[in-house]
C-alpha cells in the first residue's frame, strides 16, 4: 500500500527540488533507487515499505509523521 505518494511529492515540490534531486539524495542516503521508481512512488503505482518511507523522510529532511495525510 502507498498513502505517502503524494505528501512526498507535495513535500518535494514545497522545496524546490526536482525528482533527480531527491533520487541523488536517497542514493547518498544508501539507498539505490531511480527516478523512475520515485515518480511510481509519487503516483501511487508502486508500493512502499515502512523502510523506504523513514528512508525517505531522511532525503526530504522531514519527520516521518509528515509523509502521512
Known amino acids: 500500500?502507498?498513502?505517502v505518494g503524494p505528501q512526498v511529492k507535495r513535500i518535494r515540490q514545497s522545496k524546490d527540488m526536482?525528482?533527480?534531486q531527491?533520487?541523488?539524495r536517497c542514493n547518498l542516503l544508501g539507498w539505490d533507487i531511480s527516478r523512475g521508481t520515485l515518480a511510481k512512488i509519487e503516483s501511487r503505482?508502486?508500493?512502499v515499505?515502512?523502510?523506504e518511507t523513514t528512508r525517505l523522510a531522511r532525503a526530504l529532511k522531514v519527520g516521518v509523521?509528515?509523509?502521512y495525510p
Open 18 to 20: 526536482t525528482q533527480a
Open 22 to 24: 531527491l533520487v541523488a
Open 49 to 51: 515499505t515502512d523502510e
Open 65 to 67: 509523521e509528515k509523509l
Open 1 to 3: 500500500m502507498n498513502v
Open 45 to 47: 503505482v508502486r508500493r
